[in-house]
């Protein structure tokens, strides 16, 4: 009686402490996730401020698991939740969220705010956005709120095992040097200059990036702008990219490129991983039909030529097959688009991604 009785707890106990590993394992074990940049990976900080760069509204998200606008400038999800699936996380919660508490800090953070760019100025049309340099002051901010809940040490280790997201630069070009004729930054530099001038300042953030603790960084090139549903209504006259914008990008990939290989060799370490979306966007671009668009030219929601003029509203054209749509709005990629973004950040060879794909680092790890 009394060994089986001692048999019996054995195996509650056995039972219990199995069920607590399995609940804390996700807690302790998982890969945090940071985000940062602008609307391209922005999943809802501007819903709190007051700026006209916002998605809260219908019918963005109209294919969001709850159909409903959440901030995210996407049709449903964004590159940073296809990715937060592919490490088999849960998504990031914006940082200005009241969610983001508790053990919800566990899972990272993102702090993207649309409209915003390398530099300051960029963007100042959208009024109250925040800027990159304020993104980063959030982060040392977050780390201090995990390490209140786990330890200094522990929220150390989290933010160095992490996996960090960084988007910026096309902002820099559509909403800066070519949003009105003689911009001032377009009076101060000629485009080669002005590329040389934002690959110096992306450098210095990247570096405070890994000063504050960032050792696993995705950093993506700008698309091919030119060939942008708002570029060809603005800028084309038969549906060809606009080729200004396309010489930008095809000035500052490849530098943004060295600049990333230069970092790495100086910090001993493959801590930057570069992302040529331009060429994740190209494939899709010139053949959609082999990816299974109609178009992409058109934007799914808009109006106007190509659907670009505008923003994405209730009283815009709004296509009814989504999936057929490489755009959604006349600056963003339909979620179709983003998954197949997020399949070559995840397997692409090293001409999409520069030194290794994302399913190579998580290997290493």
Known sequence: MYKGASMANTSVLVMVVIALLGTLAPLTEARAFFVFGDSLVDSGNNNYLVTSARADSPPYGIDYPTHRATGRFSNGLNIPDIISQKIKSEPTLPYLSPQLSGKKLLVGANFASAGIGILNDTGVQFLNIIRIYTQLEYFQQYQRRLGAIVGAQKAKAIVHKALVLITLGGNDFVNNYYL??????????????????????????????????????????????????????????????????????????????????????????????????????MNFITDPQAFGFTTSKVACCGQGPYNGLGLCTMLSNLCSNRGQYAFWDPFHPSEKANKLIVDQIMTGSTKYMNPMNLSTLLALD
């Open 180 to 281: 009105v004729p003689n911009s001032a930054r377009s009076r101060q530099f000629a485009l080669p200059d002005y590329v040389r001038y934002l690959i110096s300042e992306y450098q210095k953030i990247l570096m405070r990036l890994h000063g504050l603790g960032a050792r696993r960084v995705l950093v993506t090139g700008t698309g091919p702008m030119g060939c942008v549903p708002a570029e060809l209504a603005m800028r084309s006259r038969n549906g060809e990219c606009a080729a200004e914008l396309q010489r930008a990008a095809g000035l500052f990939n490849p530098q943004l490129l060295q600049m990333i290989k230069g970092l790495n060799k100086k910090l001993h370490a493959d801590v930057f991983i570069a992302a040529n979306t331009k060429e994740m966007h």
